[in-house]
């Protein structure tokens, strides 16, 4: 019988950072850093740019994350569509413990970020505490983190770890960021906003070298790292779930096809769905920032809206540049 949401083994794992250490603050003081925003500083580390809440999420995760022999990790810059895949990964994984039709699925009543949370904001004495799949050896983890800072553990060929990179046309990515920034008070204006993003200053960026970082790894160990981009998923939604479903190692069978359960899930996890959960719209997360500024349009081209011209230039200028030095093409 379907399990009721009361009956879920899977516990959402509380965000629970841990406080600094000093270990941590000597760590972070030899590292160069700008005072990018009045309430933040930015601390470089690897190549990429951090504010500490994060970097330490990642001071962390080098020192005490061990991978189960089949995690799945799920990365993306900040505002690439996160939340939305990690409600895709989580409705595909657990389909059959939770058919994504069933009145009592646990996407209605949790958030995305609840189920499948990010390893920065986990107590590193909590990792062990995901269970967020049907299969004890398979837990389905969140990151902003480049490839260079990831583990070993999860990036070596021995193990059998899987890494779900998720990108974005980075004018989306940048308004969506840009909004983001305001509904959580940030105070900054769209000019400020936007050089401190060309120059990198975004989570974990620039974000053009994380980009390129994993799509490079997906091309040179396609087995390993799958690049998904959100405007495939938003045009071609079924074939890029089948897509996702077959390098997770759980494809779309037959008897899935005539149960309807690709579009079922497309449906489950889709932005007018999940924007008009109440539990999308109340509370915070731990870290402070509202559940419901994960949900704005889900709108592929919003920038249009947003930058001039000259912004939108200046953008796809730095983003061919970039990836032509890492000899990709757009
Ligand atoms: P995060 O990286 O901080 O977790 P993330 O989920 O990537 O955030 O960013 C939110 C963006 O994804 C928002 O984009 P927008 O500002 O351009 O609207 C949000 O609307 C969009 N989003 C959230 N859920 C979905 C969904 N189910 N389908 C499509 N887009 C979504």
Same mark, same amino acid.
């Given at each position: 019988?379907?399990?009721?949401? %009361?009956?879920?083994?899977?516990?959402?794992?509380?965000?629970?950072?841990?406080?600094?250490?000093?270990?941590?603050?000597?760590?972070?003081?030899g590292?160069?850093?700008?005072?990018?925003i009045?309430?933040?500083?930015?601390?470089?580390?690897?190549?990429?740019?951090?504010?500490?809440p994060?970097l330490?999420?990642?001071?962390?995760?080098?020192? #005490?994350?061990?991978?189960?022999?089949?995690?799945?990790?799920?990365?993306? &810059?900040?505002? %690439?569509?996160?939340?939305?895949?990690? &409600?895709?990964?989580?409705?595909?994984?657990n389909?059959?413990?939770?058919?994504?039709q069933s009145? #009592?699925?646990p996407?209605?009543? *949790?958030?995305?970020?609840?189920?499948?949370?990010?390893?920065?904001?986990i107590?590193?004495?909590?990792?062990?505490?995901?269970?967020?799949?049907?299969d004890?050896?398979?837990?389905?983890?969140?990151?902003?983190?480049p490839?260079?800072?990831?583990?070993? %553990?999860?990036?070596?060929?021995?193990?059998?770890?899987?890494?779900?990179?998720?990108?974005?046309?980075?004018?989306?990515?940048f308004?969506?960021?840009?909004?983001f920034?305001?509904?959580?008070?940030?105070?900054?204006?769209?000019?400020?906003s936007?050089?401190?993003?060309?120059?990198?200053?975004?989570?974990?960026?620039?974000?053009?070298d994380?980009?390129?970082?994993?799509?490079?790894?997906?091309?040179?160990?396609?087995?390993?790292?799958?690049?998904?981009?959100?405007?495939?998923?938003?045009?071609?939604?079924?074939?890029?779930?089948?897509?996702? &479903? #077959?390098?997770?190692?759980?494809?779309?069978?037959?008897?899935?096809?005539?149960?309807?359960?690709?579009?079922?899930?497309?449906?489950?996890c889709?932005?007018?769905?999940?924007?008009?959960?109440?539990?999308? *719209?109340?509370?915070?997360?731990?870290?402070?920032?509202?559940?419901?500024?994960f949900?704005?349009?889900?709108?592929?081209?919003?920038?249009? *809206?947003?930058?001039t011209?000259?912004?939108?230039?200046?953008?796809?200028?730095?983003?061919?540049?970039?990836?032509?030095?890492?000899?990709? %093409?757009?």
């Amino acid at each position: 019988m379907e399990p009721k949401t %009361s009956q879920l083994p899977h516990k959402p794992v509380e965000d629970e950072t841990p406080l600094y250490n000093q270990e941590f603050l000597d760590f972070l003081s030899g590292l160069p850093k700008e005072r990018v925003i009045e309430k933040f500083e930015s601390y470089q580390y690897q190549g990429f740019w951090y504010n500490p809440p994060l970097l330490h999420g990642i001071f962390n995760m080098q020192k #005490h994350f061990q991978p189960c022999e089949n995690d799945i990790f799920l990365v993306t &810059a900040p505002k %690439s569509g996160t939340t939305w895949l990690k &409600a895709m990964i989580y409705a595909l994984m657990n389909r059959k413990a939770y058919p994504p039709q069933s009145p #009592h699925h646990p996407l209605l009543n *949790n958030t995305p970020h609840q189920l499948v949370p990010f390893l920065e904001f986990i107590n590193p004495s909590k990792y062990g505490s995901v269970c967020n799949s049907p299969d004890r050896t398979t837990r389905i983890l969140a990151t902003h983190c480049p490839l260079i800072s990831l583990p070993k %553990s999860i990036t070596d060929d021995a193990s059998p770890c899987k890494i779900v990179y998720l990108c974005r046309d980075v004018k989306d990515n940048f308004v969506s960021l840009f909004h983001f920034a305001q509904k959580n008070q940030w105070h900054i204006s769209l000019e400020d906003s936007f050089e401190l993003y060309c120059k990198g200053f975004s989570g974990a960026g620039p974000v053009w070298d994380q980009i390129s970082g994993y799509w490079k790894e997906s091309l040179d160990r396609p087995h390993k790292v799958l690049f998904m981009r959100y405007e495939e998923m938003q045009n071609e939604p079924q074939f890029q779930l089948k897509r996702l &479903a #077959h390098f997770l190692g759980k494809p779309i069978s037959e008897e899935d096809e005539k149960s309807g359960v690709v579009d079922q899930i497309i449906n489950l996890c889709s932005f007018d769905t999940q924007s008009r959960l109440k539990v999308n *719209n109340t509370g915070d997360l731990v870290c402070g920032l509202s559940n419901s500024s994960f949900f704005r349009k889900g709108v592929v081209g919003d920038w249009k *809206n947003r930058l001039t011209i000259d912004m939108a230039s200046k953008l796809d200028q730095i983003t061919e540049e970039k990836f032509h030095a890492f000899g990709l %093409s757009i």
